[in-house]
């Protein structure tokens, strides 16, 4: 069973950074895409950042977040980041991890075909 579990929300002002993390098990030797949602108040989920566990795989980006955040990998630790720079206070939100598995190098933005799930973790931008 997949298991993830993000860490590293918190407070931070306009224009700070954070870097949150996401512990993955339970892999199989599917390929997964795995993607960063994040969900404000009264607004819909929406896909923030997706990579594929392929080696040296491509990576995605929302538009509002393009060359702010960087998701990445440690694979020795089994974990994906999401570096999250020149934070503004719209990048308010619960942020989760979510895995599916998929063909080779596709990414996916819906969040109803993701079946693996974290908890969410609390980013707060003061402005």
């Known amino acids: 069973e997949v298991q993830l579990v993000e860490s590293g929300g918190g407070l931070v002002q306009a224009g700070g950074s954070l870097r949150l993390s996401c512990a993955a098990s339970?892999?199989?030797?599917?390929?997964?895409?795995i993607s960063w949602f994040r969900q404000a108040p009264g607004k819909e989920r929406e896909g923030v950042a997706c990579?594929?566990?392929?080696?040296?795989?491509?990576?995605y980006y929302a538009d509002s977040v393009k060359g702010r955040f960087t998701i990445s990998s440690d694979n020795a630790k089994n974990t994906v980041y999401l570096q999250m720079n020149s934070l503004k206070p719209e990048d308010t939100a619960v942020y989760y991890c979510?895995?599916?598995?998929?063909?080779?190098?596709?990414?996916?933005?819906?969040?109803?075909?993701?079946?693996?799930w974290g908890q969410g973790t609390q980013v707060t931008v003061s402005s």
């Open positions: 979510a895995a599916v598995i998929s063909l080779p190098d596709i990414c996916y933005s819906d969040y109803p075909l993701y079946n693996y």
């Open positions: 990579m594929t566990t392929v080696r040296n795989g491509p990576t």
């Open positions: 339970g892999f199989g030797p599917d390929d997964y895409a």
